[in-house]
């Protein structure tokens, strides 16, 4: 007989969807996190980026085999690749989760994004509204210490301000504003963030390391660490390197009991009245699939057949380029502005909508550390003050642009168990299927024709656009809410509809993924859904 | 080669601590040999001998005696030894590269002042 832990509240999964409504229900509930990978130290992470000559997304996130898990360049890493095309997005498994590494951007989606079927004939509405959800959306931007300028809602109204003022555009977005003034494709607008331009919840001001992917040095980023820390304080216990390998079920479809093994190979189990299931979403549908018994013999939560289905990325192509004059990239935030209006129109019939992101990364993306740059001007012949001359005249020229593209849902793009091949716990590892298709085609080829006119209007010179796209590592679709219970996996308030106390939160359960980072659309929802589970926490004793 | 790479290793050692330093960069001296060419090639003059033995040691490691000038290069302004893939990273925030580039810093470092980014650096 294994340990068993008692709580009211069980969360799997320790990253932005669980972490904040802990916050809200830590004091009136016990509840105990069950994160599968370890917690995270932010020098020894600093270190770890700092001596690696590849500096991916992971680089400081070693978790590979005790806590596997997705690495970019390294497509069969983790993820057993069915395709017609790999899937390259990657997640973290760690206390804080996937916010260690994430860039911080904090848009809303537009209202439009909430109902693609009913204005474009595209993908499916969402079972809420913007309205709906626009106050939790102030809640979030407050919970995450977001900075904006909310003289322009970039399409999303708001009855808040931001709790912070705007971090400032870089030099670089200035010059690409007014090159760009006369271009009807919408203005250079600074991008909300949660990142600090005021100390807020006892976090400093961002002090411009330019790596907020992978890590903030100084937490000026937000991350998921900063509610885990509040929760913790009130009493919620978090169980690291604690990998969820099961769910069990009663008669009347609760569920019961996590299994709990430790890298180690022990096991323990928790209790609890309600079960929050917000491991994101590779995690959440591969848990729910393998937990099947008799009585569910598709997996949990699955009646309709659509858990692990509908996966969604964000398609990036980047287009780099030497500007005309210098523009002294390499300083601040990775991005401070961005051009939303081609977020939605009437476009969206034909194909995706996307967002157009300025880099104060200069080519630091995609081809890495200044390494390349060096050896090319040292084989070029150039010595001594040439030398010198030539890196740093190039190096204030770099200039980055990329677009963010919607992906329309797809049952056929899915997450399945792949049973021969099992991780470090017994589990069989997630096997993916994934293509794009037309209208993401069309979305790519329409804003690659943009990139284009954005370089010629500022003068850029050197111009390469990236071949295909790339991953934006934002996994999203696999548990999408709807109404019918038979074509989605949770209600319009993230509740399974087949188990009455088991939540599912985080973007797999968004129905449809517009074209902006996903991060404050999960928080929100999260918020949304803390009553709902309030009153499954109350109703447990009946 | 064998005897080479013991030397290289002694001076790191031997750096550890301020006494060695004067026996080991006499002229004749393989690591000051290392020094002095990369002086000529880097324009500085003024390398870190520390640094300089762990780039020495890392060519050696990497079967490369006698580093071409644009390796030798790479290797102080990159602080990577360029040869066999995986190249490899000896040092990132003492590479040249980061005097050379005044505007920046090495990232991940803290690089200014809040919003220092919304203007042109300094001259």
Redesign the interface.
């Known amino acids: 007989m294994s340990e068993v832990i008692d709580c009211d509240l069980a969360i799997i999964g320790a990253g932005v969807a669980g972490a904040l409504p802990a916050v809200e229900l830590a004091d009136e509930a016990s509840i105990v996190f069950i994160e599968a990978g370890p917690r995270i130290d932010r020098h020894t992470a ?1 270190d770890l ?6 500096k991916t997304p992971e680089t400081p996130y070693p978790g590979a085999p005790l806590y596997p898990h997705p690495i970019a360049g390294r497509n069969d890493a983790w993820y057993v690749q069915r395709g017609p095309e790999p899937f390259r997005a990657t997640y973290l498994r760690a206390v804080g989760g996937t916010t260690w590494h994430w860039l911080g951007t904090a848009l809303r989606f537009v209202p439009d994004d909430f109902r693609l079927a009913t204005r474009f004939g595209r993908g499916v509405d969402w079972p809420l509204t913007y309205d709906e959800l626009e106050p939790w959306y102030s809640k979030a931007e407050a919970a995450l210490g977001v900075a904006g300028d909310a003289t322009d809602d970039l399409g999303s109204p708001r009855q808040q301000p931001f709790p912070l003022p705007p ?5 670089c977005d ?1 010059v690409f504003a007014e090159a760009l003034e006369d271009y009807d494709i919408g203005p250079v607008r600074p991008t909300p963030q949660a990142r600090n ?1 005021i100390p807020y919840q006892d976090r400093p ?7 907020c992917i992978p ?1 903030c ?2 937490q000026a980023k937000w991350d998921a660490t900063v509610p885990l820390d509040q929760a913790e304080a009130k009493g919620a216990r978090i169980l690291e390197s604690s990998v969820v390998v099961g769910l069990e079920t009663a008669a009347d479809g609760r569920i019961t009991l996590a299994l709990v093994q430790r890298s180690d190979g022990s096991r323990f189990q928790v209790r609890a009245k309600v079960f929050v299931l917000a491991a994101h979403g590779i995690e959440s549908p591969r848990l729910l699939l393998h937990s099947a018994s008799e009585r569910y013999p598709t997996g949990l939560a699955n009646r309709s057949d659509q858990v692990g289905r509908n996966l969604m990325d964000h398609l990036i192509n980047h287009s780099s380029a030497l500007s005309k004059d ?1 523009v ?6 990775i991005s ?1 502005a961005g051009i939303e209006r081609p977020r939605s129109g009437s476009f969206r019939a034909e194909r995706s909508a996307y967002r157009i992101e300025i880099g ?1 990364d200069g080519w ?1 993306w995609p081809a890495g ?3 390349w740059a ?2 090319d001007t ?2 070029a ?1 150039l ?3 040439a ?2 001359r030539a ?2 005249d190039e ?2 020229r770099h200039i980055r642009i990329g677009c963010m593209h919607e992906q329309l849902p797809n049952p056929e793009n899915r997450i399945e168990l792949a049973t021969d091949q099992l991780d470090h716990y017994g589990v069989p590892r997630p096997a993916v299927s994934y293509r794009i298709g037309d209208y993401e085609r069309a979305g790519l080829a329409a804003s690659h024709l943009q990139h284009a006119e954005i370089f010629r209007r500022i003068g850029a010179t050197d111009v390469t656009h990236t071949q295909g796209y790339f991953d934006a590592g934002h996994i999203m679709g696999t548990a999408r809410m709807g109404k019918d219970p038979d074509s989605s996996v949770v209600d319009r308030n993230l509740c399974a509809h087949d188990h009455k106390n088991l939540f599912i939160l985080g973007s797999a359960v968004f129905p449809t993924s517009a074209a902006a980072n996903p991060t404050l659309t999960i928080a929100a929802l999260s918020l949304r859904a803390v009553g709902a589970i309030r009153e499954s926490l109350g109703r447990s004793g009946d | 080669m064998r005897r080479r790479t013991l030397l290289a290793g002694c001076a790191t050692l031997a750096l550890a601590g301020s006494a060695g330093l004067a026996v080991l960069l006499k002229p004749a001296d393989p690591l000051q040999r290392f020094i002095n060419r990369s002086e000529a090639l880097t324009g500085m003059s003024d390398l870190d001998p520390k640094l300089a033995a762990t780039l020495m040691a890392a060519f050696e490691a990497d079967n490369q005696p006698e580093p071409d000038d644009a390796a030798l290069l790479t290797a102080w302004y990159s602080g990577v030894i360029v040869g066999e893939w995986p190249w490899q990273q000896v040092t990132y925030r003492d590479a040249l590269i980061w005097q050379v580039l005044t505007f920046t810093h090495p990232l991940g470092v803290c690089g200014s002042a809040f919003g220092a980014w919304a203007d042109p650096p300094e001259a």
């Open positions: 600093l980026y700092w001596n690696a000559l590849v971090i400032p555009m870089s030099y200035k331009s001001v961002c002090c411009g390391s330019a790596s890590l040095p100084v210098p002294w990239p390499y300083r601040g935030p401070t104060n630091a550390a200044f390494v060096v050896n040292a084989q012949g010595r001594d003050e030398f010198k890196l740093y190096s204030v």
